[in-house]
């Protein structure tokens, strides 16, 4: 349980360097930090695979290569709104972001099914590890998995240095064409600017702590005996609505422009109801809820689709309220208090894994918190106003 957690936990950890990302992001546009990623997370994978007897120096290699993995995740959580507002006109950008942002948590759902329809369980394999057979049957299948992940990552890298150009030819809008504000001031923007304190906060708080529950769904669904594969496939259809749910938003944001506000308090209400009542089942013996595999996919599912729906939204929302701050800053600096908080839940779970129960109760109460927060948050929409007034 500890290591699991550790190994969820270096994906925050890698946030810390993530204001140099930010900053090159700025500076050099896509294409180079693009390159940079994609060849940090060749490094990650590649170390992973690198064949040793020694275990304990393979147990450090594969922390090592999921470090590297998590310094690549600021540009990949960060840079959705800064290609939307580079390669599309403001009718498309809401719908750019949430395809941007949405597919990289859909290739997280992937590997909620691919670790577990691979590789057996553990709970259901322990009397055959006795056999040195069994042993060295399921080390060959979680190697199998590492070395496709390195060659899709060697691929993405290959495509990524022979085509990705850093902006069109002719800027879609006159947001995409005017000046930002240099990288300093944005930051005195950002950390002056108590609407979008309040929103970060909105945003950061429930998502990092919806983060760091599902990286261990299968610990904590174990003590209600759910299995691996059960856990596997309520985190997979949780993010793959989200995904369908989130563009669908997204689109919907930018046909009737102006309501990302309205949108998130929907969202949040079904995420503060459904997280309540996963919390509640699981505690069955004291709520007397019906306890079945129906309910605990229903209130997973629903929590899944409610918050990872909202990212794009945010993310629009963010870049609204503080422009002309750079999109790469301003997401950069929401999605690191994200990744803080997911990372101080990691923390206390590596001490306190053998009682999960207070991880429940952290999402209704992050979602409720969130919700008021949403509800005190005054909208505007400058970019907005600047695409459609000096365009006309």
């Not at 393979?58 to 507002?85: C, D, E, W, Y």
């Not at 899709?152 to 930002?180: D, G, I, K, W």
């Not at 005190?376 to 000096?390: K, Q």
Request: proline share 6%.
């Amino acid at each position: 349980s500890w290591d699991i957690a550790l190994l969820v936990l270096w994906g925050p950890i890698g946030f810390l360097p993530c204001f140099a990302f930010m900053w090159l992001l700025d500076k050099r546009g896509l294409r180079v930090t693009v390159l940079l990623t994609s060849f940090l997370m060749v490094l990650g994978t590649g170390l992973r695979c690198i064949p040793v007897s020694d275990l304990m120096l393979k147990r450090r290699l594969i922390h090592g290569g999921q470090l590297l993995n998590g310094l690549a995740g600021p540009t990949v959580m960060n840079a959705a709104p800064f290609l939307s507002t580079t390669w599309f006109s403001a009718d498309e950008r809401a719908t750019a972001t949430a395809i941007a942002s949405m597919l990289s948590y859909l290739g997280g759902a992937c590997a909620f099914l691919v670790g577990p329809l691979v590789v057996p369980a553990p709970n259901g394999t322990s009397p055959l590890l006795a056999s040195e057979t069994s042993r060295t049957h399921i080390k060959d299948l979680i190697e199998t998995v590492l070395y496709a992940e390195f060659g899709v990552v060697c691929l993405l890298f290959s495509a990524t240095l022979a085509y990705f150009p850093p902006r069109p030819p002719l800027p879609p809008s006159v947001a995409a064409a005017s000046q930002r504000l240099s990288y300093r001031r944005s930051f005195c923007r950002l950390l002056s600017n108590m609407r979008f304190l309040m929103i970060a906060l909105a945003y950061a708080i429930p998502l990092g702590v919806f983060a760091g529950w599902s990286g261990v769904l299968d610990l904590i669904l174990t003590p209600v005996h759910v299995s691996q594969v059960d856990a596997g496939w309520i985190g997979f259809w949780s993010i793959v609505g989200g995904c369908v749910v989130g563009i669908a938003m997204a689109r919907f944001a930018d046909f009737i422009r102006g309501m990302l506000k309205l949108i998130l308090l929907l969202l949040f209400s079904g995420a503060t109801l459904s997280s309540t009542w996963f919390t509640l089942t699981c505690l069955n013996s004291i709520t007397h809820l019906p306890l079945t595999t129906v309910t605990l996919y229903a209130s997973c599912i629903l929590l899944g689709v409610f918050l990872n729906s909202s990212i794009p939204i945010f993310f629009e929302l963010f870049v609204e309220t503080v422009y002309p701050v750079p999109e790469g800053i301003t997401c950069g600096v929401v999605t690191f208090l994200s990744n803080m908080f997911m990372g101080v839940l990691l923390f206390f779970l590596t001490f306190y894994h053998t009682e999960l129960s207070w991880f429940n109760w952290c999402l209704p109460g992050s979602c409720l918190l969130s919700l008021l927060l949403i509800l005190c948050f005054r909208e505007s929409y400058d970019r907005l106003y600047l695409d459609v007034v000096v365009s006309v």
